[in-house]
């Protein structure tokens, strides 16, 4: 997660955001390495987009948080973006959907396929655009 953060250094400080990671711990994690960096460049991505996309963003910041449990790593994304509005999310993980303009970015649209073999996914969106929108994966 960290190198991935670290490649998009650029994209995130043009934007002014703010990414934490939590814990600052590393954690072991066994899957293909190319997906994963898919995934957590797709929602990393995808963040900074919605967080651009507001016109009174002042609060700018992404929190990524991980998570070890037994038999799992849970990895929640949380940002001050626009959200994802009630009758898209049902369709964040379906192959081709996507929110944004031919030719504008992914979009949701990678994450079905980064997802697929690596992890089952939730999305929650709380009901105000200035509080945070969270995404897990397991």
């Not at 016109?55 to 799992?72: A, F, L, M, P, Y």
């Amino acid at each position: 997660i960290r190198k991935r953060v670290d490649g998009e250094k650029p994209r995130i400080v043009e934007s002014g955001v703010r990414v934490t990671i939590t814990p600052k711990s590393s954690v072991l994690m066994m899957g293909d390495p190319v997906k994963f960096d898919q995934l957590i460049s797709n929602l990393l991505l995808n963040a900074i987009d919605a967080i651009n996309e507001r016109v009174d963003s002042r609060e700018k910041e992404i929190g990524i948080h991980v998570t070890k449990h037994q038999n799992e790593i849970s990895i929640s994304f949380a940002d001050t973006g626009v959200g994802i509005p009630a009758a898209n999310k049902h369709k964040i993980f379906d192959p081709f959907f996507s929110t944004k303009a031919p030719g504008h970015g992914e979009s949701m649209r990678g994450l079905s396929h980064s997802c697929s073999p690596l992890a089952r996914g939730e999305s929650h969106t709380h009901g105000s655009p200035s509080k945070f929108r969270h995404r897990r994966y397991r």
